[in-house]
């Protein structure tokens, strides 16, 4: 039925419709059209996902945490601290399933894992970021693939999350992260 009020469409509802490869998109231009879409889609991350005073990380006792190509072992309940982007690498994918508010563990754990996988950066022609196409892992012939998506429902048992987690302790303390104890 024809109306004149846009068929029943709001502002907001039209502004949701320029098209991006994800759903969920709220951007008002193409993706492919913001000069610094790293630093655009940071920003626009930390408003619609603020990590809160007293928040635990999302990857708590999680036993496939983050998706991508190795998902991890969450932590036993670290602070919150990171906003990160994933399985699809790319900031300006601000969505349920691609945003996760972390603890610095979980964090450097996942790029350490995965970071081998994707290579660059999708560019433009111009040697700019290219924003509309996924950062997904790549193959052996350059070609990307879709990753593993993230699951935040299957546990670990305890005792997986408190020996990766002493693990990773171990592992920091021999990088000197964290300082030795001296008895
Ligand atoms: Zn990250
Ligand atoms: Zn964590």
Redesign the pocket.
């Known amino acids: 039925m024809f109306s004149l009020d846009g068929n029943g469409k709001t502002l907001p509802d039209i502004e949701e419709d320029i098209e991006a490869y994800f759903d969920g998109y709220t951007g008002s231009k193409a993706l492919e059209e913001y000069a610094d879409p790293i630093s655009t889609g940071r920003k626009e991350a930390a408003k619609k996902f603020p990590i809160n005073p007293g928040m635990v990380c999302e990857w708590a006792w999680l036993r496939y945490a983050g998706g991508g190509i190795e998902p991890i072992i969450g932590c036993p309940g670290h602070p919150a601290e990171?906003i990160?982007?994933?399985p699809d690498k790319n900031t300006m994918r601000n969505v349920e399933g691609n945003i996760h508010r972390i603890c610095a563990e979980c964090?450097n754990r996942?790029?350490a894992a995965n970071d081998k996988y994707y290579g660059e950066r999708p560019t433009l022609a111009d040697g700019g970021v290219d924003a509309s196409v996924p950062f997904h892992p790549i193959d052996e012939n350059g070609k990307r693939y879709d990753p593993l998506p993230h699951d935040p429902v299957t546990l670990a048992p305890d005792e997986q999350v408190h020996a990766e987690d002493k693990r990773r302790r171990d592992e920091a303390r021999r990088h000197g992260t964290i300082p030795k104890i001296k008895d």
């Open positions: 990171a990160h982007h994933g964090h996942w790029h």
